[in-house]
């Protein structure tokens, strides 16, 4: 478990998997800037068998309770494999400080536990909750990414954001980490 201030982070289990396709099957949670799709429980699976390294964590409060989730996942690029992130927390608990919160704890875990020179999201551009997220955490938006994701029937343009390892320098929450047993 990954521990922060307010919210820890913890590796989603195989017993996890139907909270986690009950997330991304509610358009509600998954967010109106997120495709609209449904999947079954076998199609959550093979997203996180796959080819990517997706790594889902829940987003948990002091109390157990889950509130969202934030995976990092590998992006095949011509120079390499890329470490990318990406989140959503149920709306009841947004606007708390929790998302940026948990996106720092991941920042944290990834400079330290990999060899990465930089983290990268994206987001749609009419998402100002989360561009606000990674600014928080020291990302920085690079550029536009022009019609890049499909939703809801229309192309949307991103921005890209990032943090490089010298930007990071040291840990900013993440005190220390527990293994389960």
Not at 17 to 37: H, I, S, T
Not at 67 to 80: E, K, N, P, Q, R
Request: hydrophobic share 40%.
């Amino acid at each position: 478990m990954l521990e922060g201030k307010n919210v820890n982070l913890r590796i989603m289990e195989q017993e996890d998997l139907p909270q986690l396709a009950e997330w991304f099957n509610k358009p509600e949670v998954f967010g109106e800037y997120n495709p609209l799709r449904q999947m079954a429980r076998t199609e959550v699976e093979k997203i996180l068998e796959g080819p990517n390294e997706l790594k889902p964590f829940f987003v948990e409060k002091k109390d157990g309770s889950k509130i969202g989730f934030i995976a990092h996942f590998c992006v095949l690029h011509v120079g390499g494999r890329l470490l990318e992130i990406g989140y959503s927390l149920v709306p009841s608990e947004r606007r708390k400080g929790y998302c940026s919160e948990a996106v720092e704890i991941m920042v944290d875990y990834l400079f330290l536990s990999r060899d990465a020179m930089r983290v990268q999201a994206t987001t749609d551009v009419r998402n100002l909750g989360s561009q606000k997220v990674l600014e928080k955490a020291g990302f920085k938006k690079e550029g536009t990414i022009r019609k890049v994701f499909f939703i809801r029937g229309d192309w949307r343009d991103a921005f890209l954001y990032s943090v490089l390892r010298e930007e990071w320098k040291e840990p900013k929450i993440l005190a220390r980490t527990k293994v389960e047993s």
